[in-house]
């Protein structure tokens, strides 16, 4: 009799525990679909943080130029070769053309021969002038002519000096002169070689390239551009001395956002008077920006995009979610620039999700 009042007891406690297990995983699993665990928040920050970018370039000669005969000639001597440093005006190269000399001999003879003549007549005019001093003494008629002569032979001179000067800027053409100071950086031809603007391959004598100065052009990125002035200070390095740092400053800006790369060509200006840096070198640019104004930043985390719109998920006083679209700008480490309906202090998830609908409240 005790026996089977035990097993009955024992029945009705095992039943009991049962329900009461199956009672509380019902609830556990109805807390999990209707309450979500804690969430964290941060709050946007205003910040004011320097982005630097390494952008690629290749120094540029601040002047540079191939020279050219301007006659149809031979060349008669080279006075420089690669390497040589040159002054603005030295003499490079000289030319032959027998024919462009024998022009400036004729010219120089007609103008001297017109100077001959308009002296003799220039001299019987005031001969006569000095003797008409004397009543009757000579003819008006004589006069006049000898008046007329002398205004002829005077023009006379005029043109004969003209062509002369024109022959002689011509033959002048024949002396290669330096247009700057600079190094020649290439010899084409030499000694003998036809050249002239009228051949089929026109080849130039030599390059010549300033190396004092150097340019250097760089495209920013479009978002970047206000921050970009004229007379910054640049840095940058180069392949043959990694180690060094140079420096220039910003020359010129294009004023113009190329609309295929969305960036805007500068002009860096580079003095060179040690003579390190040669045109053709490929610089880094070491590019700093700062802007003057502080902007907000939030964890890149923060911030969602889906196929509709990029935001984040701000919180209110009452735990409510709210998405805020937003722009994303420059990024800093782990945050990244927003642009949006917020302000410093708003309270945002740290990690957002967009599983958390819009005006859900949450527990932060």
Known sequence: MKTIFQYTLLSVLATASLCACSSSGKKSEHQTETER???????????????????????EGFYATAIYPKLNSYIRTILVDIGDQVKEGQLLVELEAP??????????????????????????????????????????????????????????????TVHYNAAKQTAGYLRITAPFDGIITERQLAPGDFVGPGERSIIPILKLNNESKLRL????????????KEGNEIKFNVKSYPAQIFTGNINRISKNVDTKTRSEVIEILIDNQKGQLIPGMFASVMLDSRRAEKSLYVPQTAVVTNMEKCFVQKVDAYSKVHWVSVQKGNSAGDKVEVYGDLKEGDAVLKQANDEIKDEEVIKP
């Open 37 to 59: 665990p804690a969430v964290e928040i941060v709050k946007i920050e205003l910040l004011q943080p320097e982005h630097s970018l390494i952008l690629p370039g290749e120094l």
């Open 99 to 160: 024919e462009i000399e024998s022009q400036l001999s004729e010219s120089f003879a007609k103008m001297k021969s017109a100077e001959a003549i308009y002296g003799a007549t220039q001299a019987n005019y005031r001969r006569l002038l000095q003797t008409n001093k004397t009543p009757g003494s000579v003819s008006l008629n004589d006069l006049e002519f000898a008046k007329a002569n002398a205004v002829s032979d005077s023009l006379q001179l005029v043109s004969a």
């Open 217 to 228: 052009h760089i495209a920013i990125p479009e978002k970047m551009v206000s921050q970009v």
